[in-house]
């Protein structure tokens, strides 16, 4: 099986950096994806990673470390509409589907 | 840019009832899939379909659960008698290809569905 932690919630400042851990433990690991979810709304995609290393896209980044199965989302001057839940997602070699943790909350405060 | 469209947006049902989830994948993809999320949980795989026929179901999708592409653009989710448990929103997506990279899927707006 496969098992995605994350935490529940996080809680920053609005011009602040954050980084949103998540942990997996998986079986023919074939690439890790980060997507933003609103309250009531669509996942949308952030970010992809499958080789060790750093991915950088304007203010979010993500890494992936695939010896550890960790990877991080970086979120760099933040903004109030940054306030979302995000979601770690992981896929498998011959796997159609995403899996998907719980998400991580984060709130914004001004 | 193009987008996964789902109708209805909300749907409210009776015990027992059958529903019928409508979707339009972005035209040119190729695999389609159903996520459900209830509330204040996660998002969680229901089942992939591509080339006319399910490629992988979850565990959540039993007999109750059916899905259909009746033309060249609709992939519909069919629950046959509503339960209680079945309440949630209930996310269709699409992706392009099978070739390797992100393959990013995208979602649609969801449909939520609330079961009295």
């Known amino acids: 099986g496969q098992n995605i932690d994350q935490p529940t919630e996080m809680t920053a400042t609005e011009g602040a950096i954050v980084q949103i851990n998540c942990t997996y433990q998986?079986?023919?690991?074939?690439?890790l994806f980060w997507y933003q979810q609103h309250a009531g709304e669509a996942p949308t995609f952030l970010s992809y990673?499958?080789?060790?290393g750093l991915e950088e896209k304007g203010r979010f980044s993500s890494f992936l470390s695939r010896s550890k199965g960790y990877s991080y989302l970086l979120l760099k001057e933040l903004q109030m509409k940054d306030s979302a839940s995000y979601l770690c997602?992981?896929?498998?070699?011959?796997?159609?589907?995403?899996?998907f943790g719980k998400g991580t909350r984060l709130h914004i405060l001004p | 840019e193009p987008e996964v469209t789902q109708t209805p947006s909300h749907q409210v049902t009776q015990m027992g009832q059958e529903v019928i989830l409508r979707c339009v994948p972005i035209?040119?993809?190729?695999?389609f899939y159903w996520y459900r999320q209830i509330l204040g949980q996660k998002v969680e795989f229901l089942v992939s379909?591509?080339?006319?026929?399910?490629?992988?179901k979850s565990e959540i999708f039993d007999d109750q659960f059916s899905v259909e592409r009746p033309d060249g653009s609709n992939f519909t989710l069919k629950i046959r008698s509503t339960k209680l448990e079945d309440s949630a929103m209930y996310f269709c997506?699409?992706?392009?290809?099978?070739?390797?990279?992100?393959?990013?899927?995208?979602f649609g707006a969801g449909s939520r569905l609330t079961v009295l």
């Open positions: 997506a699409s992706r392009r290809t099978v070739t390797s990279g992100a393959n990013v899927l995208t």
């Open positions: 998986t079986s023919g690991f074939n690439g």
């Open positions: 990673n499958v080789l060790d």
């Open positions: 997602a992981v896929r498998r070699w011959g796997d159609d589907k995403i899996i």
């Open positions: 035209s040119n993809h190729l695999y």
């Open positions: 379909f591509y080339n006319n026929e399910i490629s992988e």
